[in-house]
């Protein structure tokens, strides 16, 4: 599955694929950014490494959907209960928003790619794997 950029195009079909992986407990990473942040122009290198060791597996793919949401687009949060319960406690650009079993923690600010593993971590204790581990081993 491709990363998931939610903007004009298509914005009907994509939130109702954002809904439907958050009510079915599909484990959703969104990248929130705004194009004028430096933080998120040096944070974005990572995400795209990030984007691309999740593409690569076959089985990371199945269970993750990877969002992208640029600053211009967060007013589409009014008009979908999802996207406005990921954004309920954001705050400041970049954010990774981590969401899996209702359960939404945020990585905020300029920060390394396994910060967002640590985010991934606390944020599903009760998963063995992490993903990026996995990623590794099935490389």
């Known amino acids: 599955m491709t990363t998931l950029i939610i903007n004009n195009n298509s914005k009907k079909n994509k939130l109702i694929r954002l809904e439907k992986a958050y009510n079915n407990n599909k484990i959703i990473i969104m990248y929130v950014y705004a194009d004028w942040c430096i933080y998120c122009q040096i944070f974005k290198q990572s995400w795209v490494s990030f984007k691309k060791e999740i593409n690569k597996n076959p089985k990371l793919k199945e269970k993750i959907l990877l969002v992208e949401l640029n600053s211009n687009y967060l007013k589409f949060r009014k008009e979908n ?3 406005d319960k990921l954004l309920k406690n954001f705050k400041l ?7 899996h079993n209702s359960k939404i923690s945020y990585l905020v600010g300029d920060n390394k790619l396994k910060d967002t593993d640590n985010l991934i971590k606390k944020s599903t204790k009760s998963e063995k ?6 990623s590794k081993k099935a490389s």
């Open 129 to 134: 794997k992490i993903i990026r581990r996995n």
């Open 81 to 83: 209960e999802v996207l």
């Open 93 to 99: 650009y970049p954010t990774i928003i981590y969401s």
